[in-house]
């Protein structure tokens, strides 16, 4: 009985627990969420070791992606 009981309040607590993870991971709001821009633009601002090479790189991206559009407008 006492084995039954102790298997019972341990299936209880385990679907609680599964109930309280799924309401955090779900519960972010469309004003928390970042684009990965964002993300990027606010390390490459940060003073964290490796900033710079972030910065770097976005400035390689943006320069590839305005050459890439104006190879578009040629047609």
Do not use: E, H, Y
Not at 46 to 62: E, H, N, Y
């Amino acid at each position: 009985m006492n084995r039954l009981l102790a298997l019972s309040f341990l299936t209880i607590l385990l679907v609680l627990a599964a109930c309280g993870c799924g309401a955090q991971v779900s519960g972010d709001s469309l004003a928390t969420v970042k684009t990965a821009a964002q993300l990027d633009s606010a390390i490459a601002r940060s003073s964290l070791p490796g900033a710079s090479v972030v910065s770097g790189a976005m400035r390689v991206t943006g320069r590839a992606a305005r050459r890439a559009s104006s190879f578009d407008t040629l047609q």
